[in-house]
């Protein structure tokens, strides 16, 4: 605390008053401008600090209201993510098919794209381009491993798989590679060969499914003769709409 005053005619013995250029000459009638320092008590300083805290019913509270808003946006964040990681699944499929084509195209040769159950995870499988035709994952290999948030499913375990070559317009009932233990083949020229033939021109659909979450629907990759892709999405009514 600081107490400020005047007194006239003479200068309070506990006062100093800084004068520049030498020492302080009091003078007669002069007046004298003091500034006296007193130290804060401490219950003072102690009512400061309870005043800039927080009460224990502050803190509950806002509390409380963090979990609510948790509570509320928390089902919304998981259907979004359980969504992107079935849509991210289809689109690391349709690279990898899209790779296998063009493998083909570079080596002027047959290759296959297979796809086999994980062998040290049945809820896992594994996609690659076999490039040089062994069977077998090797190194080089693109490969794509497929888990229980988004991963290949039989086109029976779909509810609205008869629905899609009609909204894709395909024209055709199109080939369902085995989601176990299957392959889809390309030529030299890219273009996609249909199963126990060696002449092109079949339309091959994978689909995909959320194995922890019914609520992102299904997605299917399209795969027509000529090597092209698209990629849709469907609800658990069968409502088939294209992503890309």
């Known amino acids: 605390m600081e107490t400020t005053g005047y007194v006239s005619d003479a200068k309070p013995d506990n006062v100093f008053i800084p004068v520049l250029g030498g020492a302080e000459r009091p003078r007669a009638g002069a007046v004298y401008g003091y500034s006296l320092r007193t130290k804060p008590s401490p219950n003072l300083r102690s009512v400061c600090k309870r005043e800039a805290a927080f009460s224990l019913t502050e803190l509950v509270v806002a509390l409380a209201i963090a979990l609510i808003l948790a ?28 790779l296998t084509r063009y493998e083909a195209i570079r080596l002027n040769t047959q290759v296959n794209c297979l796809i086999q159950t994980s ?15 062994n069977n077998a994952i090797d190194p080089g290999e693109k490969t794509a491993l497929l888990q ?51 002449s092109a021109g079949t339309i091959s659909v994978l689909y995909l499914a959320n194995m922890t979450s019914p609520d992102p629907g299904y997605r299917a990759v399209i795969l027509l003769p000529a090597g092209s892709i698209q990629i849709w999405t469907s609800d658990g009514s069968g409502n088939w709409q294209q992503l890309r």
């Open 71 to 98: 509570g509320i946006g928390l089902p919304s964040f998981l259907r979004a993510y359980h969504t992107y990681q079935l849509t991210n699944a289809a689109q690391q499929v349709a690279d990898i098919l899209r």
């Open 148 to 198: 229980s948030s988004g991963n290949l499913v039989s086109a029976g375990a779909v509810p609205g798989a008869p629905a899609l070559p009609a909204a894709a317009n395909l024209g055709v009932t199109p080939v369902n590679p085995s989601s176990t233990n299957g392959q889809v083949q390309f030529d030299a020229r890219g273009a996609v060969i249909p199963p126990g033939t060696t």
């Open 119 to 133: 062998t040290s995870d049945s809820t896992m499988t594994n996609v690659w381009a076999d490039s040089n035709k």
